[in-house]
């Protein structure tokens, strides 16, 4: 059993790290194995809606949310990590993870269903509700969308939509 970790944050070794590192520690006391996937610095295209995804399985962009598309097919469960910038998400977790939902959305490879997720927040002061709502608000999207959930985000979110 494995689960994927993301960091959204800029920094490879910060706080969003360390506080995933935890999660990770503890889930391999119970045998399971762990993997944090960086999103890196690089820009990250936003979604431009061409839905050639439907037709290819994946994003037409051929970037980190490739790779990570690809380890989360054989991830059991997923836990997403973004620090706080200015009340909401980095600027980097958002456009990766709207591709990531909508490129799996659209391709029917179902990479995430029934599978269960968690999400962690760092910040120094404000905004972590926000930020907490804007990561699971990609989740209960891919919930409406499909009719489908993932986890945590299925049993809470979609049976009340
Ligand atoms: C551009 C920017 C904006 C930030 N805005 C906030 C904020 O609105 N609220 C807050 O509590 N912390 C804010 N922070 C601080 C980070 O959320 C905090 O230091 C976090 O733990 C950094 O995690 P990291 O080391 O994984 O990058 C901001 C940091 C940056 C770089």
């Known amino acids: ?71 989360a097919e054989t991830s059991d469960g997923f836990v997403f990590g973004s620090p706080v910038h200015y009340a909401s998400a980095s600027g980097i977790i958002v456009p990766f993870l ?22 962690v927040i760092s910040a120094r002061r404000a905004g972590t509700t926000a930020t907490l709502d804007q990561i699971n608000i990609c989740l209960y999207r891919k919930c409406l969308l499909l009719l489908l959930g993932i986890g945590i985000w299925f049993m809470d979110g979609c049976p009340k939509m």
Do not use: W
């Open 98 to 119: 709207d591709r990531v939902f909508y490129a799996d959305a659209l391709s029917g490879k179902q990479r995430f269903r029934l599978k269960p997720g968690a999400t």
């Open 1 to 71: 059993m494995k689960v994927l970790l993301l960091n959204g944050s800029p920094h490879k070794n910060g706080c969003t790290y360390t506080a995933l590192n935890e999660v990770a520690k503890s889930l391999n006391l119970e045998a399971i194995e762990t993997e944090i996937f960086y999103v890196g610095t690089d820009p990250i295209t936003p979604c431009k809606d061409c839905r050639a995804c439907s037709q290819i399985g994946k994003c037409v962009i051929n970037d980190k949310v490739n790779e990570f598309l690809e380890k």
